[in-house]
């Protein structure tokens, strides 16, 4: 059994890091509130303007020629995995890379595969591997804004048109709740135009000036541009949920083991008085025989 001041020395040591933990879950907090309020905001206007291209796009009956739609023979592939600056976070970030393991084994297996990481998990993950790696923003966690998005954005769909690549793919975290978060593999490149049934009855016919071509020109690459942007943002709020709903376990069990500590104490306690009180009165009796 180990000694008191061991217990003791252990019992500390876990206090400190239930302190920590408390503190980390109160950060994460008040980090999630404001990311939640971003993707929250985000959403509707992602989706209507989704849904404006996709009427326009209708309307136009293959007039517009887009080129972040073209489809060809897959042989270059470009991930952008999206994961955080920072672990305890439980598996938030081992959940982006085994996913974007399995996707390169199973839907990319053959072909040339290059990494764009965002966030320097997964920029060390990849880093050690063979693959063909695009380390210019893996650091827009430090400042992230639209302007940052928008530039590795622009990187992979100028990279597309270009023939660099035949397949851009993201693969980050939705944000469901604070406890849950989807791991998402979503196409970013080519895009494909949804024409669901729920789309085509909610058709409005828009009056396009100075032409239908011309707008969906500029809608395009600003709807990309925002859907990669709420990309990062779902994978910033659902860090901060992973993060809060880890520190909170995480204090749970600091709670447990103290619990176990203070006990295992009381017991080495008693268990030390005891030989005390034993060894007092076999020197008593001793002198006694004497």
């Known amino acids: 059994m180990a000694n008191l001041k061991e217990v ?3 019992i500390t040591s876990v206090v400190s890091t239930q302190q920590i933990t408390k503190a980390m879950k109160m950060v994460s907090a008040a980090k999630l509130r404001r990311a939640q309020d971003k993707i929250v905001q985000m959403r509707p206007y992602s989706q209507k303007l989704t849904q404006i291209l996709n009427n326009v796009s209708a309307a136009s009956e293959g007039a517009a020629d887009i080129v972040f739609a073209e489809k060809r023979e897959v042989q270059n592939v470009l991930i952008i995995p999206v ?7 439980g598996a938030f970030n081992s959940n982006i890379i085994k996913a974007v393991n399995l996707a390169i084994a199973t839907n990319f297996a053959g072909k040339n595969v290059t990494i764009l990481p965002i966030g320097k998990k997964a920029f060390e993950a990849f880093k050690k591997r063979d693959f063909k790696m695009v380390s210019d923003y893996y650091q827009l ?5 639209f302007d940052n998005a928008r530039n590795a954005a622009e ?16 693969v980050f975290n939705e ?11 979503e196409q970013f490149l080519p895009m494909s135009k949804e024409d669901s049934s729920e789309e085509k009855t ?3 016919d828009y009056i396009l000036e100075p032409s239908r071509a011309y707008i969906i020109e500029e809608l395009v690459p600003t709807s990309l541009k925002i859907q990669f942007y709420k990309a990062i943002l779902e994978s910033n709020a659902s860090e ?3 993060r809060m ?4 376990k995480a204090t749970e069990n600091a709670g447990e083991l103290l619990k176990e500590l203070r006990l295992m104490y009381n017991r080495t306690r008693q268990a030390a008085i005891t030989n005390e009180i034993l060894e007092i009165v076999s020197g008593a009796n001793a002198l006694e025989s004497k």
């Not at 944000?175 to 593999?185: C, H």
């Not at 709903?245 to 909170?248: I, P």
Request: glycine fraction near 6%; charge should be negative.
């Open 8 to 10: 003791k020395e252990r």
């Open 83 to 89: 994961t955080s600056d920072k672990g305890l976070c």
């Open 141 to 145: 966690f430090q400042d992230l804004n």
């Open 155 to 170: 990187y992979a769909m100028n990279s597309f048109v270009a023939g660099e690549y035949d397949q851009v793919a993201l």
């Open 175 to 185: 944000f469901k709740n604070v406890a849950t978060q989807e791991v998402i593999v």
């Open 202 to 204: 909610s058709e409005t």
């Open 240 to 242: 901060h949920g992973a």
């Open 245 to 248: 709903t880890a520190m909170d």
